[in-house]
């Protein structure tokens, strides 16, 4: 057990370009979740995925977010057409799925926009 | 998701306990209360959970009132490592987790 991780752990970009994010989650966790933090913020939640079903998308998550599990184990997070209020952590959080379930994070993808 | 009201920061001494409050009146009876931490820069790590019973494992004890309206996270010797946001949050399991803004316990010298 290897733990979340997530790739990159930063980025910086200039507005108007895409950004794409991976997670690999824990081996064998159905559920992988996509979360977005801002400064002095909890983190909020984006999208989940329950193997490669996307289940719940958020009201955040505009026409220029689209997320992907297409074999039901990695994820990946694109962001098209980045603004500066994209800058962000992105956090990726995978669990067994269940009662009680625990969600389980990664150390996320830092997304400064210039 | 039951809200949550945690005071906004807190400090404490070094090898003390660490006791941070969680009000959370409109809790349903099926919602467990979860503690996550998130220390600067990294992604929110796991604390424990809990239904209607107390919880201890190897980070902290959870005590729960018996009337569920409240809970208390108990850190029993805090290190500088413990310096972190803890986050208390209602939640029911197979769905998204709702974060507030947390507490922020600074772990003094």
């Known amino acids: 057990d290897t733990g979340v991780s997530q790739n990159p752990r930063h980025k910086i970009t200039k507005r108007g370009q895409n950004v794409t994010f991976r997670c690999d989650p824990i081996?064998?966790?159905?559920?992988l979740y996509w979360y977005r933090q801002t400064l002095g913020q909890g983190p909020e939640f984006l999208t989940y995925?329950?193997?490669?079903?996307?289940?719940?998308k958020s009201r955040l998550l505009s026409d220029r977010f689209s997320a992907e599990r297409p074999k039901g184990s990695f994820s990946t997070l694109e962001i098209q057409r980045t603004e500066q209020g994209d800058s962000a952590m992105y956090l990726c959080?995978?669990?067994?799925?269940?009662?009680?379930?625990?969600?389980?994070f990664g150390p996320g993808t830092r997304l400064l926009v210039l | 998701d039951a809200k949550t009201t945690q005071p906004p920061s807190m400090d404490c001494s070094e090898g003390r306990a660490a006791n941070l409050p969680c009000n959370h009146s409109t809790i349903s009876g099926n919602e467990y209360v979860y503690w996550y931490r998130q220390i600067h820069s990294q992604g929110p790590q796991y604390i424990i959970h809990?239904?209607?019973n107390n919880e201890t494992n190897e980070m902290a004890s959870l005590i729960i009132t018996e009337d569920r309206k409240s809970s208390t996270l108990i850190l029993p010797h805090a290190t500088l490592r413990d310096t972190a946001v803890y986050y208390c949050i209602g939640y029911f399991g197979n769905e998204k987790l709702t974060f507030g803004t947390g507490t922020r316990l600074t772990i003094i010298p």
């Open positions: 995925f329950q193997n490669e079903a996307q289940l719940e």
């Open positions: 809990g239904l209607k």
């Open positions: 959080a995978s669990s067994l799925g269940g009662s009680a379930e625990t969600q389980y």
């Open positions: 081996s064998e966790h159905n559920r």
